[in-house]
């Protein structure tokens, strides 16, 4: 029996936050300026935040498949704060817990 492939349409990563925030209207419009300052105003990239862990110094987001390059490309290279740090990324959500990610 050959196994089913899901299609992943979606695609989430877990950023650590410098300093740290628990606001998530911040952290999106920390993340909508880092797209903003790397390809300008046509980016139209969706961005759910899926959680922020108690002291605010990490994040799991939920972009689509095509955009998830797009978005790790632009906050690396983001003077925005808080400053984001690629902790894991997946197009499978609970393989982000096989890390130290405390939620």
Known sequence: MTPIRIPASCHYICFALAPSCCDALTIRKALQDSLT???GVTSSTYIDILSI????TQVVVR????DAPKLMAAV???SASPKFSLIKESPFLPSLLATNVSF
């Open 37 to 39: 300052q790397m390809f």
């Open 63 to 66: 972009v689509g498949e095509k």
């Open 76 to 78: 690396v290279s983001s």
């Open 53 to 56: 862990n108690e002291d605010g």
